[in-house]
């Protein structure tokens, strides 16, 4: 099936250009924001305050929540800390989402920052859990709960003495956990903000 398409003509004089007259195209009023020019200009001007604003009262919450819900521990009025915190380490899976998404919009996969903030997410993550697991396991295994060594599962077994379980409870990687996180974090919003290489 052929179809003989002619070319249209918006030229000065051009046949097309006729008929837009005629039909009232000419003179189309278009849409204008109606915020002034000057107000719009300011709204678009790329400001790193926010973000950084944003990043410290995120920090600041998390250790916050953490704090107190290490303070008030052993009571129940220590739980809306935990959610608080859990919500907050739910967020880092945001930050990973937002980095890569930002990668592919700004075209970064090319630069070093973007790798080297990805590798420290996973070193962050894997450092993290391989310190983590292995003291917290030991206090399952002292609480009388099942418990793994590595990947293998033990049944639960005798409770240890409470003494045994506050020299375990005493010994908790909670500050190197906390150096590693929030450290490791700082780099790699300082990475993404200011981009070096």
Same mark, same amino acid.
């Given at each position: ?96 989402? !937002?980095?890569?998404?930002? *990668? ?28 983590? !697991?292995?003291?917290? !396991? ?11 060594? *590595? ?32 450290? *490791? ?13």
């Amino acid at each position: 099936m052929n179809v003989n398409a002619t070319p249209r003509d918006y030229g000065l004089l051009g046949r097309d250009s006729r008929i837009a007259v005629e039909m009232g195209l000419v003179s189309a009023q278009w849409y204008q924001c109606p915020m002034p020019r000057k107000r719009l200009k300011e709204l678009m001007q790329r400001r790193d305050g926010p973000a950084i604003r944003d990043s410290l009262i995120w920090f600041s919450s998390f250790l916050a929540s953490g704090g107190l819900a290490w303070y008030f521990w052993p009571n129940w009025s220590a739980l809306p800390f935990f959610l608080i915190y859990g919500v907050l380490y739910g967020s880092l899976l945001a930050l990973l989402v !937002s980095g890569i998404i930002s *990668g592919f919009m700004g075209d970064w996969w090319g630069r070093g920052w973007i790798w080297l903030s990805l590798v420290l997410l996973i070193a962050i993550i894997v450092t993290m859990f391989l310190i983590g !697991s292995r003291h917290y !396991s030991r206090i399952r295994k002292a609480l009388g709960m099942a418990w793994f060594d *590595g990947r293998k599962e033990h049944p639960a077994g005798e409770q240890a003495s409470a003494e045994e379980i506050g020299a375990l409870l005493a010994k908790a990687p909670a500050i190197t956990l906390a150096v590693i996180g929030f450290g *490791g974090i700082a780099v790699i919003l300082w990475l993404m903000m200011f981009k070096p290489f």
